[in-house]
């Protein structure tokens, strides 16, 4: 069935440095991907989002980068700030007739002072 | 305060009772999304409406759960007969069609827990 994991359950960064969280996907149907991230105690906030059709996209700090050839997903966040720890889920939507996101597990990002 | 709102944020319940959450969506979102998460998981999804025909189920969806979103605004989820394997966070999302229409908006959730 459609399933999206990541490599890493946890990575520690110091701050200033760059972080990145991989994610890999199995549908190759799927035709969008978008990255959340999640505080404790919150819902899941937007961070960027990229479609299948190309292949990354840059945002303010983040950039998406997807390879569809390897079905590998991964979210670069540049000069993380403490601010950035957090858990970072991928998603992807699998196409057609579907508007669900379907999560992976999460990968939780400590941001060392 | 113009986010997704859900009520309320914590309930604690027996097993066995009636548990109801509500959703209030962004206001100009006509498409409405639940999902759960348990601790350490990503959100999976249950269900979406768009206004107020509700038009994926998924089959994590037992008899026992039902939502609804009567005129196409607010939603409820209510979940019968609850079970100790029902305690999650219950988190609403909303988004728009058209542009953007893939971004869900989540709210903060509405966490269960099943004594």
């Known amino acids: 069935g459609e399933s999206v994991g990541l490599h890493l359950p946890t990575l520690s960064v110091q701050e200033g440095d760059n972080s990145i969280i991989n994610c890999a996907y199995s549908?190759?149907?799927?035709?969008?991907f978008i990255w959340y991230k999640q505080e404790s105690g919150k819902g899941p906030q937007f961070i960027i989002d990229?479609?299948?059709?190309?292949d990354k996209r840059q945002g303010q700090r983040v950039t998406v980068l997807l390879n569809k050839t390897v079905k590998h997903l991964s979210l670069q966040i540049a000069a993380t700030q403490p601010g950035d720890s957090a858990v970072y889920f991928c998603?992807?939507?699998?196409?057609?007739?579907?508007?669900?996101?379907?999560f992976g597990t999460g990968t939780l990002l400590a941001v060392q002072p | 305060d113009t986010g997704v709102s859900q009520d309320p944020r914590h309930k604690i319940t027996k097993r066995g009772q009636n548990v109801t959450f509500r959703c209030d969506p962004i206001?100009?979102?006509?498409?409405l999304y639940w999902y759960r998460q348990t601790l350490g998981q990503g959100p999976e999804f249950l269900t979406y409406?768009?206004?107020?025909?509700?038009?994926?189920k998924s089959r994590l969806l037992s008899d026992r759960f039902s939502a609804e979103r009567p005129k196409g605004s607010f939603s409820t989820l209510e979940i019968q007969r609850t079970e100790q394997g029902d305690s999650a966070m219950y988190l609403c999302?909303?988004?728009?069609?058209?542009?953007?229409?893939?971004?869900?908006?989540f709210g903060a959730g509405s966490r269960l827990t099943v004594l």
């Open positions: 999302a909303s988004s728009s069609i058209g542009t953007g229409a893939n971004v869900l908006t």
């Open positions: 409406f768009q206004n107020e025909a509700q038009l994926e």
């Open positions: 998603a992807e939507r699998a196409g057609g007739a579907t508007n669900k996101l379907i």
């Open positions: 206001s100009e979102h006509n498409r």
């Open positions: 990229i479609r299948s059709n190309m």
């Open positions: 549908n190759s149907a799927s035709d969008y």
